[in-house]
């Protein structure tokens, strides 16, 4: 069961996940964690042929939905133990709202999304019921794949590195390394909704 959620996050009721999708979906609250390691880059995974929508497309380390009873943080663990074996702390450093449609699957993304941002430099383990492949990219690399092949990313990806390139100064400094990534990126255009 997924949280339903208002223009503000708070929680409304719950709704199973494929209603949750279904004719142009409703609001529900979801989470994208964002790694990083030692040398600054950001690990991407290819989202597995098998999944109910957006498979094969290119996204940040791990998605997914808060269960019932679960917080963003806690969500945002259960997915990283369960797509890639891996075990950090995370900390909430956006939220925002994004729309998007996957012709392929029919379903919809409408989702009050939780950014969250941990740190990893060891080994990674991707379950391939979730994930067919994964890559750690440079601000330079995740440009020029942005740049040369779009479609080739899930339609959120884009979307959260323009979030965190508006985040202030400030609450940039906290994450020396994010401010370092971030501020390697040219500045994304922003793509129509999807």
């Not at 993304?109 to 994930?131: A, C, I, K, T």
């Not at 899930?154 to 979030?163: D, H, K, T, V």
């Amino acid at each position: 069961m997924l949280q339903l959620v208002d223009n503000q996050g708070k929680t409304l009721g719950l709704i199973e996940k494929i209603p949750a999708h279904e004719e142009g979906g409703v609001l529900h609250r979801a989470v994208s964690v964002v790694l990083l390691d030692d040398d600054g880059k950001i690990l991407i995974q290819r989202r597995a042929a098998s999944k109910y929508h957006f498979a094969g497309k290119w996204a940040n380390a791990s998605c997914t939905h808060p269960h019932f009873d679960e917080t963003p943080e806690v969500a945002g663990k259960r997915a990283l133990r369960q797509e890639l074996g891996i075990e950090t702390n995370l900390t909430e450093i956006t939220r925002f709202i994004y729309l998007a449609h996957d012709p392929v699957s029919g379903y919809t993304e409408q989702e009050y999304d939780h950014v969250l941002l941990g740190f990893w430099s060891h080994d990674v383990h991707p379950n391939p019921d979730e994930v067919s492949e994964v890559d750690w990219l440079s601000s330079s690399e995740i440009d020029t794949r942005l740049t040369d092949s779009p479609s080739d990313f899930a339609y959120w990806f884009p979307q959260i590195l323009r979030e965190i390139q508006q985040l202030d100064e400030e609450r940039l400094r906290a994450h020396p390394a994010l401010a370092q990534f971030i501020h390697g990126l040219s500045k994304l255009k922003s793509s129509p909704i999807v």
